[in-house]
Nanobody, 123 residues
Framework: QVQLVESGGGLVQTGGSLRLSCAAS????????MGWLRQAPGKEREFVSS????????SYADSVKGRFTISRDNAKNTVYLQMSSLKPEDTAVYYC????????????????WGQGTQVTVSS
């Protein structure tokens, strides 16, 4: 059984930065892409970013391009999301996901989900 555990969320002012982490336990997710989704209150869940197993392919939502950077450390079974120049509209619960493939955008289901971590950006 694989568990994804997110950390690093919190409250930050507009323009600030946060780094989210997602650690996978249970087994090594060899061949799995990992990524992040988010859901703001009253809005649909949306894709944020993903990275493939080797780290050679990353994907970002247009709304976060140039501000967010995804990376992973396979030795630690962990994926990171460095978020900079944060805006109030980035406020959401951020979920870590993992699934086979290269890019995780455009899907409704994923093999593994985390419980989510709250990110709040104050204006």
């Amino acid at each position: 059984q694989v568990q994804l555990v997110e950390s690093g969320g919190g409250l930050v002012q507009t323009g600030g930065s946060l780094r989210l982490s997602c650690a996978a336990s249970g087994r090594t997710l060899r061949g799995y892409a990992m990524g992040w989704l988010r859901q703001a209150p009253g809005k649909e869940r949306e894709f944020v970013s993903s990275i493939n197993w080797s780290g050679s392919t990353t994907s970002y939502a247009d709304s976060v391009k140039g501000r967010f950077t995804i990376s992973r450390d396979n030795a630690k079974n962990t994926v990171y999301l460095q978020m900079s120049s944060l805006k109030p509209e980035d406020t959401a619960v951020y979920y870590c996901v993992a699934d086979l493939g290269v890019v995780l955008s455009g899907r409704n289901e994923y093999n593994y989900w985390g419980q989510g971590t709250q990110v709040t950006v104050s204006s």
